[in-house]
């Protein structure tokens, strides 16, 4: 079976300052991994996704995720966050064999202030 | 947007009632899946649809059902609403094949 585990429930940063949104993920294969957001009363958004080519992976609005097989880790980073980051991320693994049927982790909350 | 459509946005059943739910997505998408996203979590998979049969299946009961149209729309229904149903219900669909999934803003269900 393949999960993830986010770490953090919630995270707050200033605005400006770099953003770390940290996920841990389990897998018998090598995974194909993703980052979605999640805006009040919008629909899920894929940020990123990692499917084994590059370790490193740029996303959208600036976001950007490593891969490390060693640390079993797919960390979300921002250099500097902005007002309109604030949202729900979720760490996802897509389920083994299962092409796009996904396994979201419990989510982050990432709240920006001033 | 996403080009996938949810309806109703909101809806209010009691227990024992039946539900069902709608979504629209975009011309192509032609696999269709469920989610279920509890209050504080992340959301789970209900179940995928492809060429308007069932293509898998999470762990859920099998008052859970749905139905996949031709016009790409689709349909989740819930028999024997219990207490625990209550949720935000997400319809996603993709191109055959592809990874990226397009959902849509879901239906907040409440079971009263």
């Known amino acids: 079976a393949q999960s993830v585990t986010q770490l953090d429930s919630h995270v707050s940063v200033s605005e400006g300052t770099p953003v770390l949104l940290r996920c841990n993920y389990s897998?018998?294969?090598?995974?194909?991994l993703f980052w979605y957001v999640q805006h009040p009363n919008k629909g899920l958004q894929l940020l990123l996704k990692?499917?084994?080519?590059?370790?490193l992976v740029k996303g959208i609005n600036g976001f950007e995720a490593e891969f490390k097989k060693s640390e079993t880790s797919f960390h979300l980073t921002k250099p500097s966050a902005h007002m309109s980051d604030a949202a729900e991320y979720f760490c996802?693994?897509?389920?083994?064999?299962?092409?796009?049927?996904?396994?979201f982790g419990t989510g982050t909350q990432l709240k920006v202030e001033l | 947007e996403t080009g996938v459509t949810q309806s109703p946005t909101h809806l209010i059943k009691t227990r024992g009632q039946q539900v069902t739910l709608r979504c629209s997505s975009q011309?192509?998408?032609?696999?269709v899946s469920w989610y279920q996203q509890a209050l504080g979590q992340g959301p789970q998979f209900i179940f995928q649809?492809?060429?308007?049969?069932?293509?898998g299946r999470g762990n859920f009961p099998p008052r859970f059902s749905g139905l996949q149209f031709p016009n790409y729309s689709s349909e989740l229904n819930v028999n024997a609403l219990e207490l625990d149903d209550s949720a935000l219900y997400l319809c996603?669909?993709?191109?055959?094949?592809?990874?990226?999934?397009?959902f849509g803003s879901g239906t907040q269900l409440s079971v009263l």
């Open positions: 996603a669909s993709s191109f055959p094949g592809e990874e990226k999934l397009f």
């Open positions: 897998s018998s294969y090598s995974p194909s």
């Open positions: 990692y499917t084994s080519a590059a370790t």
């Open positions: 996802v693994v897509s389920i083994t064999g299962g092409g796009n049927k996904l396994t």
């Open positions: 011309s192509g998408h032609n696999t």
């Open positions: 649809y492809y060429r308007e049969e069932e293509n």
